[in-house]
């Protein structure tokens, strides 16, 4: 027995790592920070320190830019000599693309092993940072992280992490006003991320299909009452329904903003008031149309029982990935409620562009 953290818990604190603006460090040599919390400090010693520093984007934020890609889904930018932190922060956020959109010319390499780099990508996006990350590369990873006191990680672990297991922590009675029979279930991750909620109304019998909501967290839409979305209306109408059915299940997935986060979330709506739609807006940002993870709320489901679904969505896409976890949709329930005059282009997006039946 070691009191010492595995992989799983050293992933945990990578992200917490980033978060807080300290570096992390790969096997393969690559030392890297988050440029969302890079502080002029550590920006002043990468520069000592790193010949050339690199500045990995995603593919979409490099293609905003005009940079070219070599690696398909990602590019590795050489920070020029002289660049200011503020230039690399005009790289990774494009707040100011409009006002300054001459960023280049950027080089990018085209050379070299792109893995550990889209490993760090993939760190920053799991801490809901924006994802861009500056690195430099040391021939003694082991030596430089215990130096340093940083946490070494191994490139293929980042890569290819597997979905963390949910463990249900507790339940209670909880009345709402859509049913007082109702119960709250928390879930949590392994991995020390976000929990999750599955509220059930009434009693579901367990070998019938279950009326189902897969609904992503929505605090400006669900608490605020936003009318830049429809999520509200649909959450309120979701349990609704299912008090009047009787039973039901509604899933309250910690995904805010299709799973950026809710600050990557506002920089979108940021995006959209300079005339950019939706998928846009998250694109220029350097995200998928969507990075949400649907097997969270199939391996929920299936903990809880249930292995059939009448499920209440107007995303198919939503279904087929339900499916593809092992559980039958053996209907989608439309959900057609919330437009408003503020969404209406919004919705108009998503049925254009994600596919959504609206």
């Not at 003694?140 to 940083?150: D, E, Q, S």
């Not at 998928?288 to 489901?301: A, K, N, P, Y």
């Amino acid at each position: 027995m070691s009191f010492a953290p595995d992989l799983t818990e050293r992933i945990a604190r990578a992200r917490a790592d980033l978060r807080m603006g300290v570096p992390v460090v790969l096997e393969d040599g690559l030392v890297f920070l988050a440029v969302e919390t890079l502080s002029q400090a550590r920006f002043d010693e990468l520069s000592k320190e790193a010949d050339p520093m690199v500045l990995s984007i995603t593919g979409w934020r490099a293609e905003t830019l005009k940079a070219r890609i070599y690696d398909k889904d990602i590019a590795r930018v050489e920070v020029p000599s002289g660049a200011t932190l503020a230039w690399v922060h005009s790289i990774a956020d494009p707040a100011d693309d409009l006002n300054h959109p001459m960023k280049g010319p950027l080089k990018t390499q085209r050379d070299g092993a792109a893995g550990p780099h889209r490993a760090a990508i993939a760190l920053a996006k799991s801490a809901r940072l924006l994802p861009a990350v500056i690195s430099m590369t040391t021939e003694n990873p082991y030596g430089f992280a215990l130096a340093h006191n940083l946490t070494l990680l191994p490139t293929n672990a980042v890569i290819t992490a597997e979905l963390s297991a949910m463990n249900q922590i507790i339940h209670a009675k909880l009345p709402t006003e859509a049913s007082d029979e109702g119960r709250l279930h928390i879930f949590r991750p392994d991995d020390g991320g976000e929990e999750h909620y599955a509220m059930e109304f009434g009693h579901p019998d367990r070998s019938e299909p279950v009326l189902a909501r897969l609904h992503s967290a929505c605090f400006t839409g669900d608490v605020l009452g936003s009318l830049k979305c429809d999520c509200g209306p649909q959450l309120r109408s979701a349990m609704a329904h299912m008090g009047q059915e009787g039973s039901g299940v509604l899933l309250y997935l910690n995904q805010e903003g299709r799973g950026i986060g809710l600050a990557n979330k506002m920089r979108a709506y940021s995006l959209q008031d300079q005339g950019f739609d939706t998928v846009e807006a998250n694109h220029r940002l350097g995200f998928e149309d969507d990075e949400r993870d649907f097997r969270i709320g199939g391996d929920i489901l299936k903990q809880m029982g249930f292995s059939k679904v009448r499920l209440l969505t107007n995303n198919p896409a939503k279904v087929a990935r339900l499916q593809n976890c092992g559980l039958e949709v053996v209907e989608r329930v439309p959900l057609k409620v919330g437009k408003t005059a503020f969404n209406a282009n919004y919705l108009a997006t998503k049925a254009k562009k994600s596919g959504h039946l609206l």
